[in-house]
């Protein structure tokens, strides 16, 4: 490879600052699960249909199987794994467990990420409004009730939370 296919890529991946050198086409995806070795982003389709690879950019959702890492100078990404920053699962992590909301697990990395930014903006769903939300994710185990109830309850959690702080 050539020296000039390659760049200088600087994130902010899960709170910790990155700077590597990369090349020019190496998706997101590849770069988190192989340069710096976070496996919670799956790969599935590689066409951004199934949302597997679903993660934060800047608080945004996006697909990482369709973003160039060198597209992301300067952001901040945040995986499946920086969600629970202090090594206690968030609301949306815990209701997941609680209502079985996974079976292989292999979609579960991307409904978290997808979720996560749903409730941060929109707090106080409808059955329907999530399910528009998390429509965009494929999961083939578990006919999708388990994870539509985990994220109401999520939001339930949340909303009892701020009330409480407030």
């Known amino acids: 490879m050539e020296p000039q296919d390659r760049v200088r890529v600087q994130l902010t991946v899960n709170g910790s600052e990155v700077s590597r050198l990369v090349e ?3 998706t997101l995806a590849d770069f988190l699960r192989d340069d710096l070795g976070l496996r919670g982003t799956h790969t599935g389709c590689e066409q951004g249909v199934c949302g597997a690879c679903t993660v934060l950019v800047d608080g945004v959702a996006m697909r990482s199987c369709l973003t160039f890492a060198a597209q992301l100078d300067g ?24 209502r079985h909301a ?10 978290l ?9 929109n707090p106080s769903p409808s059955e329907q409004e999530i399910r528009t939300a998390l429509s965009g994710q494929i999961c083939r185990c578990t006919g999708y009730e388990n994870i539509v109830q ?8 949340l909303q009892a939370d701020q009330r409480r702080q407030a």
């Open 150 to 157: 985990a994220v109401r309850e999520a939001a339930g959690t």
């Open 102 to 111: 996974l079976q292989c697990g292999y979609c579960t990395p991307g409904f």
């Open 24 to 26: 020019a086409r190496r």
């Open 75 to 98: 952001a901040a990404v945040q995986t499946v794994e920086g969600l629970a920053g202090d090594g206690d699962l968030t609301p949306l992590q815990e209701a997941f467990r609680r």
């Open 113 to 121: 990420m997808t979720a996560t930014e749903f409730l941060r903006e």
